[in-house]
Nanobody
Framework: QVQLVESGGGLVQPGGSLRLSCAASGFAFDNYHIGWFRQAPGKEREGVSCISSSWNTYYRDSVKGRFTISRDNAKNTVYLQMNSLKPEDTAVYYC???????????????????WGQGTQVTISS
């Protein structure tokens, strides 16, 4: 059974940090690209970052220099380290997986096969 389980969300003040985790099971994790997406209330889901099966990474412009994605294939886990958080980062964050047939990953949600249930991130003073 395929599972993606996000954790690490919470409430932090602007300027703070959080580390999200995405624990995967039930598929050949090493061969999959993993993406992080987010959806704020009243807004469409947007791609935040992804890491390919060959460790290439992508970040949307608004998080470059603040977020870092990494993966630990031994633990079947992907991390999203989020620093210098802003109120506009508030959203439900989802991780998703897609077979890594391409060298690089993209954060087009329609391509992703498996999804987690999401974790809430709230940035507020």
């Amino acid at each position: 059974q395929v599972q993606l389980v996000e954790s690490g969300g919470g409430l932090v003040q602007p300027g703070g940090s959080l580390r999200l985790s995405c624990a995967a099971s039930g598929f050949a994790f090493d061969n999959y690209h993993i993406g992080w997406f987010r959806q704020a209330p009243g807004k469409e889901r947007e791609g935040v970052s992804c890491i390919s099966s060959s460790w290439n990474t992508y970040y949307r412009d608004s998080v470059k220099g603040r977020f870092t994605i990494s993966r630990d294939n031994a633990k079947n886990t992907v991390y999203l380290q989020m620093n210098s958080l802003k109120p506009e980062d508030t959203a439900v964050y989802y991780c998703a997986a897609v077979w890594g047939h391409a060298t690089r990953c993209v954060v087009s949600s329609s391509l992703y096969e498996y999804w987690g249930q999401g974790t809430q991130v709230t940035i507020s003073s």
